[in-house]
C-alpha cells in the first residue's frame, strides 16, 4: 500500500544544519498529519514535530526555534530543516504519515542523524 522514503540524514558538526525529506510512494489520504519522530540509543521514539495539511505544526520543546517542518500536499512529501543542530539531536530519524480518524501510521525506514564535532 503505502510506503515511505526518507533521505537527508548524515553526519554533522554542532552548529550545522541538515534537510530531511520524506515521500509517499503511494496515494494518501488528504486529511493525513505528517510529521517527524526521532529515537535515540537506549530511549524512547519521541515527537519531533508534526503538521497538519491546513498548516498547523505542532513542536517538541527541545527543537523550537531550530526546526522547521513544512509539507507539499501536491508530492505527499515532508521535511524537515534542522538548523543550529546539537549532539542532543543524534538520533535516527522517522517520518511518520497519520489518519486519525481511521487509526493508521504508516512509517519511514528512518535515516541516521549524528551530530559529533
Known amino acids: 500500500q503505502v510506503q515511505l522514503v526518507e533521505s537527508g540524514g548524515g553526519l554533522v558538526q554542532p552548529g550545522g544544519s541538515l534537510r530531511l525529506s520524506c515521500a509517499a510512494s503511494?496515494?494518501?489520504?488528504?486529511?493525513?498529519?505528517m510529521g517527524w519522530y526521532r529515537q535515540a540509543p537506549g530511549k524512547e521514539r519521541q515527537l519531533v514535530a508534526t503538521m497538519t495539511r491546513a498548516g498547523n505544526t505542532n513542536y517538541a520543546d527541545a527543537v523550537k526555534g531550530r526546526f522547521t517542518i513544512s509539507r507539499d500536499n501536491a508530492k505527499n512529501t515532508v521535511y524537515l530543516q534542522m538548523n543550529n543542530l546539537q549532539p542532543e539531536d543524534t538520533a535516527v530519524y522517522y517520518c511518520n504519515f497519520n489518519l486519525p480518524a481511521w487509526g493508521i501510521d504508516y512509517w519511514g525506514q528512518g535515516t541516521q542523524v549524528t551530530v559529533s564535532s
Open positions: 503511494g496515494s494518501i489520504f488528504s486529511s493525513t498529519v
